[in-house]
T-cell receptor, first 116, second 114 residues
Framework: EAGVTQFPSHSVIEKGQTVTLRCDPI?????LYWYRRVMGKEIKFLLH????????ESGMPNNRFLAERTGGTYSTLKVQPAELEDSGVYFC??????????????FGPGTRLTVL | AQSVTQLGSHVSVSEGALVLLRCNYS??????LFWYVQYPNQGLQLLLK??????LVKGINGFEAEFKKSETSFHLTKPSAHMSDAAEYFC????????????FGKGTLLTVNP
């Protein structure tokens, strides 16, 4: 079974440019989470999809960030325009829609974003 | 709100020595607790988790952790370190009311010396 995949693995862009990160969850996983780790800090929650619906986007930093999940499958996270403080590693995780139990979140390898 | 504190951003042990990585949490509701490990150039991998029931939880690669509610702790241990254990370790907390989103500590980098 394929794990969570993320593309690209690295991205280097200039301030003011646009970048789109993609996450493909494990097949059949309805929960999809985005997290971000800024250098030297903890990994922080950004948002949570259940299928194609945004369940919780309380962690999104500002309106320069737009997340979508087409048809409840893969998800994209667009940053437009990118700022220096957006640099970091963006992780995606997925889990099945549980039956009242705490299902494990499976993480992708992350996308390292550098904004110059 | 939930939070996690990992004591020690960097821990160094000798091969064969005890590994102890400390984690304290804060939660106003019953917590679910996790330890994840990140090896170089890889994603986070679940080591173990506590949800309910037995407070001593065994995970992969010989790691275990004990949930101590009175101390709000969930320390990770391994009796004998191996070179392959060198990685960054993250403690995290979640709860039902938070839609299971994870709140992480800052991570502890474990170095194993030969």
């Amino acid at each position: 079974e394929a794990g969570v995949t993320q593309f690209p693995s690295h991205s280097v862009i200039e301030k003011g440019q646009t970048v789109t990160l993609r996450c493909d969850p494990i097949s059949g996983h309805d929960n999809l989470y985005w997290y971000r780790r800024v250098m030297g800090k903890e990994i922080k929650f950004l948002l949570h999809f259940v299928k194609e619906s945004k369940q919780d986007e309380s962690g999104m930093p500002n309106n320069r960030f737009l997340a979508e999940r087409t048809g409840g499958t893969y998800s994209t996270l667009k940053v437009q325009p990118a700022e220096l403080e957006d640099s970091g590693v963006y992780f995606c995780a997925s889990s099945p829609l549980g039956s009242g139990t705490v299902d494990t979140q499976y993480f992708g390898p992350g996308t390292r974003l550098t904004v110059l | 709100a939930q939070s996690v504190t990992q004591l020690g951003s960097h821990v160094s042990v000798s091969e064969g020595a005890l590994v102890l990585l400390r984690c304290n949490y804060s939660s106003s509701v019953p917590p679910y607790l996790f330890w994840y490990v990140q090896y170089p150039n890889q994603g986070l991998q679940l080591l173990l988790k506590y949800t309910t029931g037995a407070t001593l939880v065994k995970g992969i690669n010989g790691f275990e952790a004990e949930f101590k509610k009175s101390e709000t702790s969930f320390h990770l241990t391994k009796p004998s370190a191996h070179m392959s254990d060198a990685a960054e370790y993250f403690c995290a907390v979640s709860s039902y009311g938070s839609n299971y989103k994870l709140t992480f500590g800052k991570g502890t980098l474990l170095t194993v010396n030969p």
